[in-house]
């Protein structure tokens, strides 16, 4: 093991290029240099195409760089990489876990291939047990883990034998606040108990700002390096909360302060909207909106630094994002209505009685741990799953009787968006037009509103499985709403998208709902639940809590903390009705 404070990672001048479409050669990486300090725990954060996964790919000798030096663990990586290999844990974003395996025979045969000893086995084992809190379920296959537990399986295989250096590639992707508050508690013991160096790339900015040191990429170039402070100074001074007006959504105000000039940033917060500005101290160019200076924080800092990207995104986005045929109806009017669902599996219930309401062109959010029921309610309203039992209506359709007729006015963003790879951008837009039963003059018109809309002609021909996450994130949405559905169904449709590319997606989905479009929507971004009107959270397919977000946060509230956040309500309601009725937290 390296010495506290000497450097693990070394890179200097490193370029790599790839062959894009049209055989066009992309810089990956250019002119990078950084360091990694033995004992630390250092973050990799940037947009979609920063650069984050072929760094980490080539610090691991799983590639070479075209052009300049890295060294790993005192090694050169590229004369040497099986030498690095052989002393670093490595977790990349999809983990390459066994389904038909148990946790204990994904754990033997990531052994196997480190060559892990039988007696090193019986010493290592009990201590990642220890760690992961997967004890109890050595014999449960991984194909029937919850999202948090499998990534907690995918990290014990990549520490199976005791690491060097250990590199997470977006290890917290897709898991919801409890699953990731238990995953940064195993890393923080690793760094801090056991001394192993962690480099982790995050698209979870709070995270990042936890870490000792920070390496900030955009489009393949090294915009910072340091502490996280030093990204967070960049917006000191820059940085106020706004009050929207009577009547006005958040998200409203929010959309408005990003078409002011003096504006970088805005996003919903605690019922407030957070705003940058362009220079510091420039509270007399928002004088119109009453601002009150608030700390800067490390997301701020970030936007500051991206500042010529977030311009380009707030020129293009959503406030003139206009369906050609709006919805029809009334505000006030209900579209959505379940009552007492329930969706059983043999023995098991995975939905418990679950009701709400949703009117027209309100965002309601349902929110829970992996394995809530979540995507089992959604997949029931879409008409995709039979309902075991219970009432479910869809603008005005009964959707247990005529699910066909309910699916009309749905257009559903799935978790996996359900793009084909081997299609083009405009082959799977023409694919999906069909699939809705558009054709003619009407598919043309509707396939260039989406490519107009969405910003997707500059990359027409390229293939949907070769896209950066956010353009598949806009691919997705637009081919769902090619048949201008009445009610847009977004599941988990932010995950592992950056802070610029979820601004810009909310944008659309703001502007969407403005014009009577009906949203419901499930994510693991706390945050995000501050663009919804009303939330539901559930755990083990039961509702726990339901209201408004201001009334969902007052459930955080307690003595020591009486300005709670999103994710502090979600987490005491969770653990409270936990606490109340113990279970297995993996079924």
Request: with cysteine; net charge negative.
């Amino acid at each position: 093991m390296a010495a506290a404070g000497s450097a693990v990672i070394t890179g200097r001048g490193l370029h790599k290029r790839f062959r894009g479409p049209g055989k066009a050669l992309v810089k990956a990486l250019d002119d990078v240099s950084f360091t990694v300090a033995a004992g630390a725990l250092t973050a990799l954060v940037g947009p979609d195409g920063a650069g984050k996964t072929t760094l980490i790919r080539l610090i691991a000798g799983l590639m070479s760089a075209d052009e300049g030096d890295l060294s790993v663990l005192g090694v050169d990586v590229r004369t040497d990489p099986q030498a690095v290999q052989d002393r670093i844990g490595y977790m990349p974003q999809r983990f390459g876990l066994y389904e038909d395996l148990s946790v204990q025979e994904n754990l033997d045969l990531y052994a196997d291939l480190h060559g892990v000893s039988a007696a090193d086995r019986r010493v290592r084992y009990p201590k990642l047990m220890e760690m992961t809190a997967l004890g109890p379920f050595t014999r449960r296959l991984a194909g029937q883990l919850s999202g948090g537990m499998k990534q907690k399986l995918g990290l014990a295989c990549a520490l199976v034998r005791s690491p060097d250096l250990l590199l997470l590639d977006e290890p917290t992707v897709g898991v919801d606040p409890l699953s990731r508050r238990e995953l940064w508690s195993i890393i923080d013991a690793l760094v801090r108990d056991e001394g192993v160096p962690v480099l982790v790339s995050t698209s979870y900015l709070d995270e990042a700002a936890l870490c000792g040191h920070v390496v900030v990429l955009h489009e393949g170039k090294l915009l910072s390096e340091g502490p996280p402070a030093r990204v967070s100074d960049l917006a000191e001074g820059r940085t106020f909360t706004v009050e929207p007006a009577q009547g006005e959504a958040p998200r409203e105000l929010q959309s408005r302060l990003l078409d002011e000039p003096d504006v970088i940033d805005a996003s919903p917060e605690a019922g407030l909207v957070r705003v940058v500005s362009r220079e510091r101290d420039d509270d007399k160019a928002l004088a119109a909106f009453h601002p009150t200076p608030t700390a800067a924080r490390f997301e701020d800092g970030f936007m500051v630094l991206l500042q010529p990207t977030a311009d380009q995104a707030k020129g293009r986005t959503a406030a003139d994002m206009k369906l050609d045929h709006p919805p029809a109806g009334g505000k006030h009017e209900t579209v959505v209505e379940v009552g007492d669902l329930v969706k059983r599996f043999g023995d098991f219930t995975a939905v418990d009685k679950v009701s709400f309401k949703v009117g027209r062109g309100e965002i309601f959010g349902l929110l829970g741990p992996n394995g809530a029921g979540k995507t089992t309610t959604f997949r029931m309203l879409c008409g995709l799953l039979n309902a075991t039992s219970g009432a479910l209506t869809i603008a005005g359709a009964d959707v247990r009787r005529s699910p066909a007729s309910a699916r009309q006015n749905i257009g559903y963003v799935a978790q996996k968006f359900s793009l084909y790879a081997q299609l083009t951008v405009t082959e799977n837009l023409d694919f999906f037009a069909s699939a809705y039963g558009l054709h003619g003059a009407r598919r043309k018109q509707r396939i260039d509103w989406a490519m107009a809309q969405f910003e997707l002609a500059g990359i027409a021909d390229q293939l949907g499985g070769q896209l950066p996450g956010g353009y598949r994130q806009r691919l997705a949405t637009a081919a769902a709403l090619l048949h201008e559905p009445d009610i847009l169904f977004l599941d988990e449709a932010t995950s592992g998208a950056d802070p610029l590319a979820r601004r810009e997606f909310w944008r659309r989905i703001t502007a969407l709902a403005q014009q009577g479009v009906t949203v419901i929507v499930t994510t693991h971004f706390m945050v995000e639940a501050e663009y919804c009107d009303h939330i539901a959270i559930l755990d083990a397919g039961r509702v726990l809590a339901q209201g408004t977000p201001a009334e969902i946060r007052a459930k955080g509230l307690t003595a020591s903390n009486e300005h709670p956040t999103m994710e502090d309500a979600f987490i005491a309601v969770i653990e409270g009705a936990r606490a109340k009725a113990p279970r297995d937290k993996a079924a």
